[in-house]
């Protein structure tokens, strides 16, 4: 499996390959609910004008592809270059799930983070995602705060934030 960043604001290639694999990722019944706030599914048009406006929003796209260069993840992150590295959002394709392929990705952000000089990451994780949050833990996140009732089911919202050491991630 490789990671690769795609840039859909300037590559339509990528943004061919990265639409539907997003829409059927994030859309997915096990992945939804800890995706969306309002619980609505994403429509193409919503997140097609994410992808064409991603560089002026500080987000960047990573897919985890694997041997026959399907899409089978995507992290979302956010970069403010005084402010932050945020894990923006993070699904893996729910025939994926359990063989590391979402430890790969946030391994791979963490990396690119590092790269770019920032001293912490960020990533904010529903409370009931309990799959999400051993894999954040297990990384060596901890949590910083929680906002409740931020779901449209009145899930809370649970912040996590890593240090980072100045050598390579060697899980990336």
Partial sequence: MVVREFTPGSNRRDFEQL?????????????????????????????GGWFEQHIAGGGRYFAALDENGAIVGIIVVRTDPIGMFELFAMAVHPDAQGRGVGRQLVAHAVDVARLQGFRCVEGAVFADNARMLRLLLSLGFQPVRMEHHRRADGADLVVLRALLADEPNSAG
Avoid: K, Q, T
Wanted: no cysteine; proline share 14%; charged share 15%.
């Fill in 19 to 47: 639409l539907p694999a997003f829409l059927a990722i994030w859309n997915a019944p096990d992945n939804l609910r800890f995706l969306s706030f309002s619980l609505r599914p994403f429509a193409p048009e919503l997140v």
